[in-house]
């Protein structure tokens, strides 16, 4: 088992930025990835970023390509999302999520274990 914490969420302006982080614990794994999915009201789940754990490749859904910056803490077992220039669309729950068997994978269903998310809103 693997047990994932979310925190940083907030309410910020258009404009602003957040940092997220999420720590994991339990069943630590040295491969796979760890990654952020996105779901706001009304709305499907989509992939925000993912982590390659083993390696060092980072993933990134086009809509936040040069705003958003994953980073990852491996002593730590913690993956970080800084979020600059939020936009209202960008508001949503923000889930992290654990892959021990797809590095890099940008489906949901790859994710095996996920974190209970935090609110991230952006005003106008």
């Known amino acids: 088992q693997v047990q994932l914490v979310e925190s940083g969420g907030g309410l910020v302006q258009a404009g602003g930025s957040l940092r997220l982080s999420c720590k994991a614990s339990?069943?630590?794994?040295?491969?796979?990835?760890m990654g952020w999915f996105r779901q706001a009201a009304g709305k499907e789940r989509e992939f925000v970023t993912a982590v390659s754990w083993g390696g060092n490749g980072i993933r990134y859904t086009d809509s936040v390509k040069g705003r958003f910056t994953a980073s990852r803490d491996r002593a730590e077992n913690t993956i970080y999302l800084q979020m600059d220039s939020l936009k209202p669309e960008d508001t949503a729950i923000y889930y992290c999520a654990v892959s021990q068997t797809h590095p890099g994978s940008t489906f949901g269903g790859n994710y095996r274990y996920w974190g209970q998310g935090t609110q991230v809103t952006v005003s106008s």
């Open positions: 339990g069943r630590i794994f040295t491969s796979g990835a």
